[in-house]
Structures are given as C-alpha cells and as structure tokens.
C-alpha cells in the first residue's frame, strides 16, 4: 500500500508541475482576457447606446437621434488602428472644451474635441478605462499594447518618491527652526519667525506634489471621489439672468454636448429624460447637485460626471431653469436603461 501511495504522490507531484507551468504561460492571456471582458460590461454600460454592441454605426439606439457628427464606426480596421492605444484612452478620459468658434477654448488642430462624446475622466477608475480600451480593440480585431501593470507600478513609484521627499523637506524644516531657536537663544533675542521661511516654501511645494502624486495613485484603480456640492448661490442680479442663460445654452450644446442624450423639443438623444419641462419639474438647486456629481445621488447612472467648473453648473442650471414647454406641446419622455 505504501509504496502505492509514493508513487501516486510522485505522479501527483510531476503533474504539479506541468500544471503550473502551463498556468504562468496562460497568465498573461487570461489577465488580457479578465481585462476585455471588464472592459466589455462597462463598454455595455457606458458606450453602447451611441456606439452600438459591435462598435458599428446606427447599431446604438441612440445613433440615429444624435446630432452630427454622429459616432464613428469603432469596427473600422484601417481607421481605428491609426490610433494609439494612449490616444484612445485621452478620448476618453479627457477635459470637455468650449467649442464656440472666438469666444470658446483654445482647440489644438489634432485635439479631438467633439462635445457629444463624454469624458469618463471624473466617472471611473483609470484602470477600468485602459479595461475599455482594451475592449474597443476587439471590436477592429487588434489587442491592446500598452503595458497598464507598467504604468500602474509607475504611479506607486512615483508616490513613494513624493512622499520621500516630503519627508526630507519635513525634516530639513525641523531642523532650520532648530537652528534659529537655538541662536536666538544665544543672542538672548526672540526667535526670528522668518528664519526657516525658505525651507517652509519647499514644504509647500513638494507637499502638494505628493497631494497630487496620491490622487494620480488612487484614481488608478478606485474611480474619482469628489467632496459633496456644497449648496450653490443661484440667486442672479436683475438684468443678469438672460446673459447667463444664454451662456448656459452655449455650454449645454458646444461644451458638455448634454444635447446628445437630452431632448429639448425635436432635438437630442434619447438616452436620458427630455428636458424642455426641467424648468417646471426640477428644483434649481437640485439641478446644480446633479450635474456637478449625478454618481453622488446615482451612483451607477449613465450619466457620466463631466467635470463641469461651478460657473459652468450655475450657468447650466439657469438655462434649465428657463425651458418651460407646455405640457400638451411635449409630453415627457422616459429614461430607457
Ligand atoms: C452620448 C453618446 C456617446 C457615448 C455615450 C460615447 N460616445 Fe464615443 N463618440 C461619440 C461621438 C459623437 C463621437 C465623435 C464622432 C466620432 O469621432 O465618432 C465619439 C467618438 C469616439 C471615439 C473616436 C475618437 C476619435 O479620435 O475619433 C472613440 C474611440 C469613442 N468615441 C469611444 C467611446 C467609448 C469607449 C465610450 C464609453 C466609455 C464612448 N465612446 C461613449 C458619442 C458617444
Ligand atoms: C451620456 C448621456 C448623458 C449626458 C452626456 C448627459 N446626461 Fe443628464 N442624464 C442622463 C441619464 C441616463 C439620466 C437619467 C438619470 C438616471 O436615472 O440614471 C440623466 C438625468 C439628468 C437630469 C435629471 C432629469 C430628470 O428628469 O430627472 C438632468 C437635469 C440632467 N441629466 C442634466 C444634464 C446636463 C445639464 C447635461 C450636460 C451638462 C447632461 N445631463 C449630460 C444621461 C446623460
């Protein structure tokens, strides 16, 4: 019976060994595929209502009611591998523009800009974009190649050395006060304040390049956290209202494209509720709440935060307050989840 046994254990031991030498050779497919099949639930969840399942044009139900340009075929090879892998992540994971010809931002002539593509910068995690990114590469049969596990490691490297840096600044300061506490107490004198005023400038600054360098970190694998709103001053002066509207109009279309989900009369997509009665329906200070961070009351909604500034929210949120369609002319048309 014994000798049985360690033969079993033998057999047991060298298969062991086959197994986990076939497993470190798959590790990698198998976190490629982890990743594109992450990718693909959120890609469901964010991107399929404009784009469509396979990425192709008029598939998404909301592609037909968008406003030009509509979304590009993201199965097209040729086109879509003219694309690096970072410039398809800074598409996505971007800072919306004013795209007012004169009086909005300053456009680089490469710089994709198109206000009804959201930014899912301030929704989710970076590592759930590269998943995204990855996703959309199979749509056009190639694969990612960026190295995300590289730039991941880069980023815990790049913290500690803020943080050891912060630490040497901490102490360099500690010990100048030390210092001049010490000579004044020579002199017999009151300790100059001004002493280590140098040595407290560089705490300063390496100080928030470790806010920073924690924040980059962070954002890597948890999605981006913001601060509650706090309640806004939406009280205008008289006269000022239709300016700020009319500023508010222009965000709404040419900066946070809210037109390509949002209906307001015949135009607008279809994803979200139609807003020609928001004036009627929502409460202004709401309104500013919502826009400013919908994942704070909803935080699985289709609505991405697009980082919109407070002047921005506010002038947004007193053109809102302005459509006030009579209920026969529209009637109000429901989010399809
Ligand atoms: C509200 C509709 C909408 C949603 C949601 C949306 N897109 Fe887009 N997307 C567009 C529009 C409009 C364009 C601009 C026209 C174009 O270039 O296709 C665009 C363009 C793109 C492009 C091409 C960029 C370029 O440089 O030309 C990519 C890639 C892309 N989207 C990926 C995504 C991904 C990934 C998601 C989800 C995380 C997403 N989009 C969500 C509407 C949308
Ligand atoms: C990618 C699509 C998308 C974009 C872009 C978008 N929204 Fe939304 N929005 C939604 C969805 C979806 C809801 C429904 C909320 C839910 O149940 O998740 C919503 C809800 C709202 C509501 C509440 C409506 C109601 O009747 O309850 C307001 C107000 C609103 N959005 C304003 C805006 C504004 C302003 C912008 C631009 C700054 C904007 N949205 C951009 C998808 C979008």
Request: proline share 4%; charged share 30%; hydrophobic share 35%.
């Amino acid at each position: 019976m014994r000798t049985t046994g360690s033969v079993r254990r033998v057999w047991l031991a060298g298969a062991l060994v086959g197994v986990s030498a076939l497993v470190a050779g798959a590790g990698c497919a198998l976190f490629q595929s982890e990743q594109v099949s992450k990718g693909q639930k959120l890609y469901g969840h964010y991107c399929m209502h404009c784009h469509g399942e396979h990425g192709r044009q008029n598939e998404g139900y909301n592609w037909g009611s968008m406003p030009d340009p509509r979304p590009k075929d993201l199965s097209a090879k040729e086109e879509m591998s003219t694309f690096k892998d970072e410039e398809l992540f800074a598409t996505v994971s971007r800072d919306m523009k004013d795209t007012t010809p004169e009086v909005g931002d300053k456009i680089g002539d490469d710089e994709f800009a198109v206000p009804t593509m959201p930014t899912f910068k301030y929704t989710l995690s970076e590592e759930e974009i590269w998943a995204i990114v990855a996703y959309v590469r199979t749509l056009h049969g190639t694969k990612l190649q960026y190295d995300v596990d590289g730039r991941k490691k880069g980023l815990q490297d790049q913290l500690q050395a803020a943080q050891q840096k912060y630490d040497q600044a901490k102490q360099a300061l500690e010990a100048a006060e030390k210092k001049a506490a010490e000579e004044a107490k020579k002199k017999g004198a009151e300790s100059d304040d001004d002493a280590a005023s140098k040595e407290e400038e560089a705490l300063a600054v390496v100080a928030k390049e470790l806010e920073r360098a924690k924040t980059a970190e962070a954002n890597f694998s948890a999605r981006p956290k913001f601060a509650s709103v706090a309640r806004p001053d939406l009280t205008v002066k008289p006269g000022q209202a239709p300016k700020l509207s009319d500023v508010g109009r222009r965000l709404y279309t040419n900066k946070y494209g809210c037109n390509a989900c949002h209906r307001v009369g015949e135009a607008g997509g279809i994803v979200a509720p139609a807003l020609d009665r928001a004036g009627f329906r929502l409460n202004a200070t709401w309104v500013y709440r919502w826009i400013k961070y919908p994942q704070s009351m909803k935080p699985d909604t289709r609505m991405p935060n697009l980082g919109l500034s407070d002047q921005d929210a506010r002038a947004v949120t007193l053109y809102l307050a302005t459509l006030r369609a009579s209920s026969q002319a529209k009637p109000l048309e429901k989010a399809s989840n």
